[in-house]
């Protein structure tokens, strides 16, 4: 089993920036990828970003030139930068664990997940 456990949601004002942190413990996985996804009131889950265990990285678009998604695996950390945020990065941010290399993008390909942490941002 892998346990994955996220920090640093918050509230901010649009333009702020949050850094968000999902830490594993429990079983040692290599190839493993790993991704941010969120999810807003009425909404499906939504791909944020994700990173595999070499570091090849994928952002969706409505992220990119903002997020930055960074891997230590000596830690077994993924953090997640979020700058110039907006109304519309107002979500539960959740971070999983897919035990392949890619990294995926897809919720099903994710096996592990963490139990998510608020960001509100406010206009």
């Known amino acids: 089993q892998v346990q994955l456990v996220e920090s640093g949601g918050g509230s901010v004002q649009a333009g702020g920036s949050l850094t968000l942190s999902c830490t594993a413990s429990?079983?040692?996985?290599?190839?493993?990828?790993i991704a941010w996804f969120r999810q807003a009131p009425g909404l499906e889950r939504e791909f944020v970003a994700a990173?595999?265990?070499?570091?090849?990285?994928y952002n969706a678009d409505s992220v990119k030139g903002r997020f930055t998604i960074s891997r230590d695996n000596a830690r077994n950390t993924v953090s997640l930068q979020m700058n110039s945020l907006n109304p519309e990065d107002t979500a539960v941010y959740y971070c999983?664990?897919?035990?392949?290399?890619?990294?995926?993008?897809?919720?099903?390909?994710?096996?592990?997940w963490g139990q998510g942490t608020q960001v509100t941002v406010s206009s």
């Open positions: 999983a664990l897919a035990l392949m290399a890619g990294p995926p993008t897809t919720p099903r390909q994710y096996v592990y």
């Open positions: 429990g079983r040692t996985v290599v190839s493993s990828s």
């Open positions: 990173i595999g265990w070499n570091g090849p990285r």
